[in-house]
C-alpha cells in the first residue's frame, strides 16, 4: 500500500468551542467596605430594595398623570377608563352676617387751637404749664414782658382823670354862665367859648379813655390764656423765648379735650358708610377697643389714590393720644349671605368664582362678589342662594363639566 504522506502539524493547536477553554467569569466586584459576606448580601438587598422604589414612585407618577389628564382610551361599551375625581362639597346656606367696612388713620384731636403772640410780641418772662396739663377757660398759660407797658398804663389812667377833673371844670363854669345869661352879665360871645370849652374836655377824656384801653389791651395780650377748657397737646414756649407774631405757636391745645379719628376709605366702601355708623377702634399695643360712631364723610375722593376721608367721634379717654396709629370697622349693616372656606373662592382674569357641582355631577363655574372675609370664611355678596353643591379645596385643577364624584365636607 503506498504510504500516506504526513501533514505537517498546525502551528496552532485547534481550539473546540465550548470543549477545550471556557471562559472565565470574574466574580462581581464587592463594593468597598464589603468584605464579609453578610455584609455583602445586605448591599445587595438595599439595592433592590432602591431599584423596587424607584420603580413603584414611577408607576405612581404614570397613573396619576393619567387621572389629572382624562386620558386613557375608552373601554368597551364607551364607558371612560379613566378614575373619575372625587371632591368634598359645601353646601353654605345663608347666615347672619355683619357687613363691615375695615380703614387705618391716626388720633387726632378734633379741635387743635394753636396758639401764639399777637401785637407787638415781647420777652416770655414764665410759663405756667407744661404738656399734658388740662387747662380751663381763660387760665394764664404764659406771661412776656411788662416793664414797659405798665408804666404807660398807669401814665394814661392819671392822664384821663386829670382830663376828667378839666371835664368837670368846664362843664360847671359853662353851666354858671347859662344862669347869668338872662340878667346880661356875661356876654353871647363869653357863653359860647364856655360851652365850647365844656365840649372839647369832654373829648379829651373819650381821648384819654381810648389811649388807656388800648394800653391795656396790650397789657392784657402778654398773659397767653387758653381760649376754653381742653388739654395742653404740645408747648414750645420758653422763659428768655422772644416770640413774634405769626410764628410758630407757643401752645397747641385740644379744645374740650374731643378726640377723633381720621381715616382714609378705599372709593368702593366710601358709598356703603353713612353718618351715625357704629364704629369699633383699635390701636397698637392696647387690648382694649374703643367705640365711636361716624362724625363726618368727605365729598371728594381724591383722584390720585382713589381714597375718600371719613372722621369719627370718640369718646375722651387717657389712652386716646393725638398721633396714634389707629385701625378701625364700621359696621355698615346686617344681612343674610353666604359663607364659604377661603379654598373655595377662586379668582382670574375674568373675577372672582366658584364651581358648583349640578344634579348630573358635573362642575360649572359660578361668577361671585366678595363683600367681606370673616373669622368664619369669605362672605359671598351675589351670584350664590346658598343651596348650591360647592367644591371647598381643589376647584382649580377641575374643568368645567367634568363629571365628579361627591362627597359631603364636614362641618358643612
Same mark, same amino acid.
Given at each position: 500500500?503506498?504510504?500516506?504522506?504526513?501533514?505537517?502539524?498546525?502551528?496552532?493547536?485547534?481550539?473546540?468551542?465550548?470543549?477545550? +477553554? =471556557?471562559?472565565?467569569?470574574?466574580?462581581?466586584?464587592?463594593?468597598?467596605?464589603?468584605?464579609?459576606? +453578610?455584609?455583602?448580601?445586605?448591599?445587595?438587598?438595599?439595592?433592590?430594595?432602591?431599584?423596587?422604589?424607584?420603580?413603584?414612585?414611577?408607576?405612581?407618577?404614570?397613573?396619576?398623570?393619567?387621572?389629572?389628564?382624562?386620558?386613557?382610551?375608552?373601554?368597551?361599551?364607551?364607558?371612560?377608563?379613566? =378614575?373619575?375625581?372625587?371632591?368634598?362639597?359645601?353646601?353654605?346656606?345663608?347666615?347672619?352676617?355683619?357687613?363691615?367696612? =375695615?380703614?387705618?388713620?391716626?388720633?387726632?384731636?378734633?379741635?387743635?387751637?394753636? !396758639?401764639?403772640?399777637?401785637?407787638?410780641?415781647? #420777652?416770655?418772662?414764665?410759663?405756667?404749664?407744661?404738656?399734658?396739663?388740662?387747662?380751663? #377757660?381763660?387760665?394764664?398759660?404764659?406771661?412776656?414782658?411788662?416793664?414797659?407797658?405798665?408804666?404807660?398804663?398807669?401814665?394814661?389812667?392819671?392822664?384821663?382823670?386829670?382830663?376828667?377833673?378839666?371835664?368837670?371844670?368846664?362843664?360847671?363854669?359853662?353851666?354858671?354862665?347859662?344862669?347869668?345869661?338872662?340878667?346880661?352879665? %356875661?356876654?353871647?360871645?363869653?357863653?359860647?367859648?364856655?360851652?365850647?370849652?365844656?365840649?372839647?374836655?369832654?373829648?379829651?377824656?373819650?381821648?384819654?379813655?381810648?389811649?388807656?384801653?388800648?394800653?391795656?389791651?396790650?397789657?392784657?395780650? =402778654?398773659?397767653?390764656?387758653?381760649?376754653?377748657?381742653?388739654?395742653?397737646?404740645?408747648?414750645?414756649?420758653?422763659?428768655?423765648?422772644?416770640?413774634?407774631?405769626?410764628?410758630?405757636?407757643?401752645?397747641? %391745645?385740644?379744645?374740650?379735650?374731643?378726640?377723633?379719628?381720621?381715616?382714609?376709605?378705599?372709593?368702593?366702601?366710601?358709598? #356703603?358708610?353713612?353718618?351715625?355708623?357704629?364704629?369699633?377702634?383699635?390701636?397698637?399695643?392696647?387690648?382694649?377697643? @374703643?367705640?365711636?360712631?361716624?362724625?363726618?364723610?368727605?365729598?371728594?375722593?381724591?383722584?390720585?389714590?382713589?381714597?375718600?376721608?371719613?372722621?369719627?367721634?370718640?369718646?375722651?379717654?387717657?389712652?386716646?393720644?393725638?398721633?396714634? @396709629?389707629?385701625?378701625?370697622?364700621?359696621?355698615?349693616?346686617?344681612?343674610?349671605?353666604?359663607?364659604?372656606?377661603?379654598?373655595?373662592?377662586?379668582?382670574?382674569?375674568?373675577? +372672582?368664582?366658584? !364651581?358648583?357641582?349640578?344634579?348630573?355631577?358635573?362642575?360649572? #363655574?359660578?361668577?361671585?362678589?366678595?363683600?367681606?372675609?370673616?373669622?368664619?370664611?369669605?362672605?359671598?355678596?351675589?351670584?350664590?342662594?346658598?343651596?348650591?353643591?360647592?367644591?371647598? +379645596?381643589?376647584?382649580?385643577?377641575?374643568?368645567?363639566?367634568?363629571?365628579?364624584?361627591?362627597?359631603?365636607?364636614?362641618?358643612?
Amino acid at each position: 500500500m503506498p504510504q500516506l504522506e504526513q501533514l505537517p502539524e498546525p502551528e496552532e493547536k485547534v481550539r473546540w468551542i465550548n470543549r477545550e +477553554t =471556557t471562559t472565565q467569569v470574574a466574580p462581581p466586584t464587592q463594593p468597598p467596605g464589603t468584605e464579609s459576606a +453578610t455584609e455583602w448580601l445586605e448591599w445587595v438587598k438595599r439595592r433592590k430594595l432602591l431599584v423596587a422604589g424607584i420603580l413603584l414612585a414611577l408607576a405612581l407618577a404614570a397613573l396619576a398623570a393619567v387621572r389629572l389628564s382624562g386620558g386613557g382610551a375608552p373601554a368597551a361599551g364607551g364607558a371612560p377608563n379613566a =378614575t373619575v375625581p372625587l371632591v368634598s362639597v359645601v353646601t353654605p346656606g345663608l347666615k347672619a352676617v355683619t357687613a363691615t367696612v =375695615t380703614f387705618t388713620g391716626t388720633v387726632n384731636a378734633r379741635y387743635d387751637v394753636a !396758639m401764639g403772640v399777637e401785637g407787638e410780641g415781647g #420777652r416770655i418772662s414764665a410759663v405756667l404749664v407744661e404738656a399734658g396739663d388740662r387747662v380751663r #377757660r381763660g387760665q394764664v398759660l404764659a406771661t412776656l414782658d411788662t416793664s414797659v407797658l405798665r408804666p404807660q398804663v398807669a401814665r394814661l389812667a392819671a392822664s384821663l382823670a386829670e382830663a376828667r377833673a378839666q371835664a368837670e371844670l368846664s362843664e360847671a363854669e359853662y353851666k354858671r354862665a347859662l344862669g347869668v345869661q338872662a340878667s346880661g352879665a %356875661l356876654s353871647a360871645e363869653e357863653i359860647e367859648r364856655r360851652r365850647a370849652a365844656s365840649v372839647t374836655a369832654a373829648a379829651q377824656v373819650e381821648v384819654a379813655a381810648a389811649q388807656l384801653a388800648e394800653a391795656r389791651a396790650r397789657l392784657y395780650r =402778654t398773659e397767653l390764656r387758653a381760649p376754653d377748657d381742653g388739654l395742653v397737646l404740645t408747648r414750645s414756649a420758653e422763659v428768655g423765648q422772644f416770640p413774634t407774631p405769626g410764628g410758630e405757636p407757643l401752645f397747641r %391745645l385740644s379744645r374740650g379735650n374731643e378726640v377723633e379719628v381720621r381715616a382714609q376709605l378705599a372709593e368702593q366702601d366710601l358709598p #356703603r358708610v353713612a353718618v351715625g355708623q357704629p364704629v369699633v377702634v383699635r390701636l397698637t399695643g392696647i387690648a382694649d377697643a @374703643f367705640k365711636g360712631r361716624v362724625r363726618l364723610i368727605g365729598p371728594v375722593i381724591d383722584p390720585v389714590t382713589r381714597l375718600g376721608w371719613m372722621r369719627v367721634a370718640l369718646e375722651p379717654h387717657p389712652q386716646l393720644r393725638p398721633g396714634a @396709629f389707629a385701625r378701625g370697622e364700621v359696621a355698615v349693616g346686617d344681612a343674610r349671605r353666604a359663607v364659604l372656606p377661603q379654598t373655595a373662592v377662586l379668582s382670574d382674569s375674568n373675577g +372672582t368664582y366658584v !364651581m358648583i357641582v349640578g344634579a348630573d355631577g358635573k362642575v360649572a #363655574r359660578r361668577s361671585v362678589t366678595v363683600v367681606d372675609t370673616i373669622p368664619q370664611g369669605v362672605v359671598i355678596g351675589t351670584g350664590l342662594r346658598g343651596d348650591e353643591r360647592i367644591v371647598a +379645596t381643589a376647584a382649580a385643577f377641575l374643568r368645567e363639566g367634568e363629571a365628579v364624584k361627591v362627597v359631603e365636607a364636614s362641618g358643612s
